[in-house]
């Protein structure tokens, strides 16, 4: 088997997409290697054959009276939490850890440590 089956197979191929004419040289090429490791075939003929190139497209947008309706069943299941009256809204609690309480790894079975950790403050350590 040389490259010249291969190229006329792969030139009637043209009114395939470029998609499928690469997934058709995919299949021969997986073949012949294939062939190839089996020792029915000494060189494999895909070597001297170029690949598929295939253009990258844009996926194709949404209508927009989709958009809509999904849009409407998603708020209205879920308030908007920038909106006034909201919890997440009015409460302006800091979440950031104090320096008076470290992060303590948990022991085992999930207890803490009794001792506390030290604190790096410069080149010195606070108990």
């Known amino acids: 088997m040389t ?11 043209a009114e395939l997409s470029p998609a499928g004419r690469k997934r058709k040289r995919a299949a021969i090429a997986s073949f012949t290697k294939w062939a190839v490791r089996h020792d029915l075939l000494a060189a494999n003929p895909m070597d001297r054959i170029d690949t598929v190139k295939v253009p990258k497209a844009l996926p194709r947008p949404a209508a927009a009276a989709d958009v809509a309706k999904v849009l409407a069943v998603i708020c209205s299941r879920r308030p908007r939490k920038d909106l006034p009256g909201h919890p ?7 979440a950031s850890p104090r320096v008076s309480s470290p992060i303590r790894p948990r022991g085992p079975f999930g207890s803490r440590p009794q001792e506390p ?11």
Not at 3 to 13: D, K, N, Q, S, W
Not at 88 to 94: C, E, R
Request: avoid cysteine; proline fraction near 10%.
């Open 3 to 13: 490259a010249a089956p291969v190229r006329a197979y792969l030139a009637g191929l």
């Open 117 to 127: 950790l030290p604190l790096p403050l410069g080149n010195a350590l606070v108990w």
């Open 88 to 94: 997440a809204a009015s409460s302006q609690i800091d």
